[in-house]
């Protein structure tokens, strides 16, 4: 009975800390971009958590590695080819988590400047609806065996 109490209290206070940390704000996370060759093409890939009761919405990004940076949308085409659609914005809904990941929405660099290999890191601004410029230094990973489980290897 006693043990069944503690742990109550400790979820509560988990709880509770959690409530606490919750930014109020749009913050990246899981972060990598797919490491490309010099005047080919590479994405980036991230999760942006609205944590504010307003939404807001990603209304593009900019890097020194490419000559343009767009917004993506990959999908199956109806002849089951995956077709990359520029999108003029990625909505982020108040208080959720919008994934950027391959196969769907992603931030796309067009045009290297420079080789991007895993072990790189690439400077990459995002621009928002209604707030501040937010600047991420991405780490450059090998998109093999990136694929559905792929992202394991980096969480806690
Ligand atoms: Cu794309």
Redesign the pocket.
């Known amino acids: 009975m006693k043990k069944i109490f503690f742990s109550l209290i400790l979820t509560s206070l988990l709880l509770a800390a959690c409530g606490a940390n919750m930014p109020n704000e749009v913050a990246a996370k899981d972060f990598w971009a797919r490491s490309g060759m010099k005047d080919g ?1 590479s ?1 980036a890939y991230m999760m942006l958590q609205n944590g504010t009761d307003a939404d807001d919405e990603l209304i593009g990004a900019s890097s020194d590695v490419a000559q343009a940076v ?1 917004l ?1 949308l ?1 999908q199956m085409k109806a002849d089951g080819t995956m077709e ?1 659609i520029q999108q003029q914005l990625i909505s982020l809904p108040a208080g959720k988590m919008t994934e950027l990941k391959p196969g769907s929405y ?1 931030v ?1 660099l067009i045009g290297l400047t420079r080789d991007l290999k895993a072990g790189d890191e690439i400077s990459l601004t995002l621009k928002f609806k209604n707030r501040a410029d937010l600047s991420l230094t991405i780490p450059v990973k090998d998109a093999e065996g990136m694929g559905g489980g792929g992202m394991e290897g980096h969480m806690p």
Request: net charge negative; charged share 10%.
């Open positions: 093409n994405a767009e993506h990959s990359m992603h796309m």
